[in-house]
């Protein structure tokens, strides 16, 4: 049975306000005020005409109304009202202040302490169990998918959900194929179909993906997905990858945070763990009570005046944490003076893991040190040498021109608008980073713009700059961050960035991102992928290439 849309006018409740809040394929979300309470909401608006060429029907739209008027839970985001015109249908929807909980994740990355993980994880799974508990299947869990509103994170999109009763199977192979269960993916030939059972997979992907600051178990770094290891729910543990790019043993968080990961992520479904039972795991439990009793023991130590370190650091002062450190905080290890029953209740064997781990991060600092000396050292060689060719070039204008009698200051402008939108004529005798340091990217610009939701690189065309904040409004995407742009390889020389752009390019040599100017750009053969001629590099790839503002 079809929902029922209110007949009422989405203007007599609410207040529209002109700030978009996201956008889609077929819709747009706006912040609003309610005009009975003065509440923040946001306005889902759902084009009418867009929704047939996506794929979707009228029974689509009141399938997602069913299931979010069915399921009342604090981790989920409410629906407030429906609306609807000859144009749009609106969705009234919770307001949330925090923006993407996808956003958060890379954020704090692997600075995100156990506890906190733990506590973001006792939410995403209560949520998902609330859905359960009705029947209903998200299938499309992903950070991307919460929203954060003060300490909370409340699950979203409601697209694809569907009730589903017990001892039913699905066949409809649909979500982001890189949070999707190895059941769908071998949809249609191998899997019988799939049950509630991928929002655990996924809840699992997600949870390691806190653990490791964004960094998905499954994609490659040219953002393929690693199929085999997906089938096989193979995860790494180890932080090699992600943390100064050296090996640690120990691996990130403790054993039961990454057992009950591994239990999410089972690839047989049959042995996968339930939502139900997950949520009553005892790592959610115990790290909560640790940062309680951290907490409770820090305040203790504050109030007797006691700063002592451990007995295992005898005496001495712990290292305080960092905004890169990625283990709990050395003072909520700490023994506080005063009578013995007032102790924490650590292990030898604890206070020993932790010695050795913040001797292995210390070294690690070291090494790293000596390692960004010499790619200074490196760098600073190199800007010496452009800076010699550049100097060169410069002469031999000025040679040819004075040769040729023209008059070089009087030159029409050879790059595009400024930051302010207004031409700026330039001098030839300019370097090349003053003149590019006038502009940004022009609105239909062609670029790719890499999409969490996706998981992936997609095409995309600028529309402006935003001077505020330092980001670009795209066709896909509102206020993109400059690291998830790159130039779009399949283009004319006549659609490539131009030559004087700013951007920082990825140097595999001395494994770091170098400031560089686009002097012109090379179109790809036999529909192979272009390339731009840096001052730093040749034939740079596309994928190593980030704009910057100066």
Same mark, same amino acid.
């Given at each position: 049975?079809?929902?029922?849309? &209110? ?26 005020? +309610? ?7 946001? %306005? ?47 969705? #009234? ?6 923006? @993407? ?9 692997? =600075? ?11 939410? %995403? ?18 950070? =991307? ?53 991928? +929002? ?67 690839? +047989? ?44 650091? &005898? ?6 944490? /960092? ?44 090494? /790293? ?73 022009? #609105? ?8 969490? &939701? ?9 529309? &402006? ?24 390889? @399949? ?51 596309? =994928? ?7």
């Amino acid at each position: 049975m079809g929902a029922s849309l &209110s007949q009422a006018r989405l203007e007599d409740r609410y207040y529209l306000q002109k700030v978009k809040l996201g956008q889609g394929s077929f819709g747009t979300v706006w912040r609003a005020v +309610d005009r009975q309470n003065n509440k923040t909401a946001a %306005i889902k608006q759902l084009d009418k005409a867009s929704m047939p060429r996506r794929g979707v029907k009228r029974q689509d739209i009141e399938r997602e109304i069913n299931v979010m008027q069915a399921v009342h839970h604090d981790n989920v985001i409410r629906l407030l009202d429906t609306f609807e015109d000859h144009s749009s249908i609106y969705l #009234a929807l919770e307001y949330c202040d925090g923006g @993407d909980f996808g956003d958060k994740v890379k954020e704090r990355g692997l =600075d995100l302490e156990e506890h906190q993980a733990a506590e973001w994880m006792r939410q %995403i799974l209560s949520a998902i169990a609330a859905l359960h508990a009705k029947m209903i299947c998200h299938r499309d869990i992903k950070p =991307d998918n919460f929203m954060v509103h003060g300490e909370s994170i409340k699950l979203s999109d409601f697209g694809l959900a569907m009730f589903l009763t017990r001892g039913r199977l699905l066949t409809e192979k649909c979500g982001t194929p890189a949070f999707m269960a190895p059941e769908q993916h071998r949809l249609p030939r191998n899997s019988r179909g799939y049950t509630h059972a991928v +929002d655990t997979w996924a809840a699992g992907v997600t949870m390691y993906m806190l653990m490791f600051g964004g960094k998905h178990p499954f994609l490659s770094p040219s953002m393929q997905i690693d199929e085999k290891r997906l089938l096989q729910g193979s995860l790494d543990f180890n932080v090699a990858q992600t943390f100064f790019s050296f090996g640690m043993p120990g691996g990130r968080f403790s054993e039961p945070a990454r057992r009950l990961c591994r239990k999410l992520v089972e690839p +047989d479904m049959a042995k996968r763990l339930s939502v139900e039972d997950a949520s009553q795991d005892p790592w959610l439990r115990m790290a909560r009570s640790s940062r309680q009793g951290g907490q409770t023991g820090a305040a203790k130590a504050s109030s007797n005046g006691a700063g002592a370190g451990s007995g295992a650091s &005898s005496g001495k002062e712990a290292p305080r944490s /960092q905004g890169w450190w990625p283990f709990n905080r050395p003072d909520e290890n700490v023994r506080p003076n005063g009578p013995a029953q007032e102790q924490p209740q650590a292990s030898e064997e604890n206070e020993a893991i932790l010695r050795k781990r913040i001797e292995m991060l210390e070294e690690q600092v070291r090494v /790293q040190q000596e390692q960004n000396e010499s790619q200074w050292e490196a760098l600073v060689n190199n800007q010496q040498l452009q800076e010699k060719q550049r100097l060169a070039q410069r002469q031999a204008a000025a040679a040819e021109a004075k040769a040729t009698g023209a008059n070089l200051l009087q030159q029409k402008p050879i790059y595009g608008k400024s930051v302010t939108g207004f031409s700026s004529a330039v001098s030839p005798v300019e370097t090349m980073p003053d003149r590019a340091r006038k502009m940004v990217l022009e #609105a239909g610009t062609k670029c790719c713009y890499h999409s969490c &939701s996706w998981s992936g690189w997609m095409p995309a065309v600028v529309q &402006s700059f935003n001077a505020e904040d330092g980001t670009y409004d795209l066709d896909v995407r509102q206020h993109a961050q400059l690291e998830n742009i790159s130039p779009a390889p @399949d283009v004319l020389a006549s659609e490539a960035w131009p030559a004087g752009a700013l951007v920082y390019y990825e140097s595999s040599t001395v494994k770091h991102w170098l400031p560089a100017v686009i002097l012109s750009f090379n179109e790809g053969v036999a529909d192979g992928p272009g390339t731009y001629n840096l001052d730093v590099r040749e034939c740079a790839q596309v =994928d190593r290439m980030r704009p910057r503002l100066s």
